[in-house]
Structure formats: structure tokens, C-alpha cells
């Protein structure tokens, strides 16, 4: 079972994103509204996937990207975000996040990124 945290301040997207997720072998383990949350529950929950909003309050997800890696470099991060702009996206990934995901995001869409990144993590 892989662990999954969501870390994203709109509660309506934390829920869709919970609701949504359908793939085998993925469990909630934990939420946060912010970054600073999330770092806060990180070492707890040990999650093997996150998922990323890039503007919070408090810590912003590029950061927490940073720190979270820091910790523990094999995680998986998947940033959702409004800010689809290219720019946005590259520092995400160059800060350590292994997938892009553009809001408004279909349930389809969201399941699709998942797998693609399992089928990444368990095949390199």
C-alpha cells in the first residue's frame, strides 16, 4: 500500500482530490492546508506520494517541495496548481516535484498522473 498526503489550502480540493483517488494501493494517509502543516505531519505519516498546491498561505509549495525532498529524497510529488505557466511548473521539478498537474483537474486526469507516476516509481 503506498500512503498518499494532500497537501492543498482549499478543503473543496483536498476532498476531490480524496474522493477521487481510485488507484490500487493508495491510501490518505494525511492532509494539510499549508506547507508548514505538511512538514509538520511529514515525518509522521512518512507518505510516499504528495500532492502539491503552489500558493498557500504561511509556506507556499515550491518550498515545501524543497524541503520535503530534503527529508526524504524519494518521495513522490505531484503539484497541482493553478499557475499552469511554463516558468511555474520548471521550478517545481528543478525543486524536486516529479509531476504537473493544471487546475481545473478532471478525476480521469488526476487518476491518469497517478498511475503514470507508480508505473515511473516502480520502474525508473
Do not use: H, W
Not at 2 to 28: A, F, H, P, Q, Y
Not at 73 to 101: M, R, W
Amino acid at each position: 500500500m503506498m500512503k498518499l498526503m494532500i497537501v492543498d489550502d482549499s478543503n473543496i480540493i483536498r476532498r476531490k482530490i480524496e474522493r477521487s483517488t481510485e488507484v490500487d494501493g493508495l491510501e490518505v494517509v494525511a492532509t494539510a492546508s499549508n506547507g508548514v502543516e505538511a512538514l509538520e505531519q511529514f515525518p509522521k505519516v512518512c507518505p510516499d506520494i504528495v500532492t502539491m498546491d503552489l500558493t498557500m498561505p504561511e509556506m507556499g509549495g515550491i518550498e515545501c517541495v524543497e524541503r520535503m525532498v530534503e527529508i526524504d529524497p524519494n518521495v513522490i510529488i505531484l503539484v497541482i496548481s493553478a499557475l499552469s505557466d511554463k516558468a511555474t511548473a520548471i521550478e517545481a521539478l528543478k525543486k524536486g516535484a516529479n509531476g504537473f498537474l493544471c487546475k481545473p483537474f478532471t478525476e480521469e486526469e488526476l487518476n491518469r498522473a497517478f498511475r503514470e507516476l507508480l508505473e515511473e516509481a516502480n520502474y525508473g
